[in-house]
């Protein structure tokens, strides 16, 4: 499979140590319990990025270098998957870059996550997905895509935000009570919108980001294992990110669970195209 470095028809390929942003495909499939295709992810992600503009229409992320890491193979067993993301976020961390985690299933974010909290940084989650992720266990693997979140919660202590969630059961909401989560759901966000401030008081000033396409409506985002209707739209999302990140510093993200579709361009580039407005985000954060 074919890994063309981010936007290489734009920038050229930059050294690690004085790249920005360091991109790591995880093209992991392990999980998944109704469409396939999650390794076909990151690749897809990287050739539609060839077709973006440099300026996001705000600055040009490019302009700080990227750097493309080799894909992690994901043939070996989870836990070897997880150590070498991690190792590939310290390195870009040594770097005083940021790291980009494009999946593969949404398990991968555990390990970028997990490496930052290891790190030192205590920064609070924003969690785009049309499920909330938080099961204890599911078909019997406490690391199923399903249970991310909840390990994540777990395993870190870290502040959780989620957006655009609508499928999910009692024991995720129980759950989710119990740790004090807070959620803007995709009917809640429908009939209300967003408030001012949607985030609590004592939400952290660093922040990571965790996208799962799937919270975008099935119909702007078929191309994912799990389509759903009532999710969000492309400039509601950008605006949500948009007022959640001002004043914070964006430390990091993932974009997860492509599933590409033969021909399909326009689910590819969208993908890629939120991957380059998060790169811009990050950016200006750190201006």
Wanted: net charge negative.
């Amino acid at each position: 499979m074919h890994y063309p470095p981010f936007l290489a028809s734009e920038y050229p390929a930059t050294a690690p140590e004085k790249a920005g942003f360091h991109i790591i495909p995880v093209p992991l499939e392990r999980t998944v319990s109704y469409g396939a295709g999650t390794c076909n992810g990151p690749a897809a992600i990287l050739e539609a990025s060839q077709q973006l503009e440099a300026w996001d229409g705000i600055s040009a992320p490019g302009e700080l270098g990227f750097y493309t890491h080799e894909p992690i193979n994901c043939d070996q067993p989870l836990e070897q998957v997880f150590a070498d993301t991690m190792q590939a976020v310290h390195k870009a961390l040594s770097c005083k870059a940021i790291p980009v985690t494009l999946g593969g299933e949404h398990t991968v974010s555990y390990a970028p996550i997990k490496a930052l909290y290891d790190a030192g940084h205590r920064f609070g989650i924003l969690h785009f997905d049309a499920h909330a992720d938080l099961r204890a266990i599911y078909e019997e693997d406490r690391f199923s895509h399903a249970c991310v979140l909840r390990r994540v919660v777990e395993d870190t202590g870290l502040a959780l935000v989620q957006f655009g969630t609508r499928d999910y059961c009692r024991e995720e909401a129980a759950f989710r009570a119990e740790a004090g989560i807070t959620a803007y759901d995709g009917p809640v966000l429908a009939a209300s919108w967003l408030p001012d401030t949607p985030l609590p008081a004592d939400f952290p000033h660093e922040v990571y980001v965790t996208f799962d396409v799937d919270g975008f409506d099935c119909s702007l985002m078929p191309a994912t294992g799990t389509p759903s209707p009532g999710g969000l739209f492309w400039h509601q999302a950008m605006h949500i990110l948009g007022t959640c990140l001002a004043g914070r510093t964006l430390i990091g993200f993932d974009v997860v669970e492509l599933a590409p579709i033969a021909d399909l361009h326009h689910a590819d580039f969208t993908t890629a195209r939120l991957v380059h407005m998060l790169m811009g985000m990050a950016q200006r954060s750190r201006a």
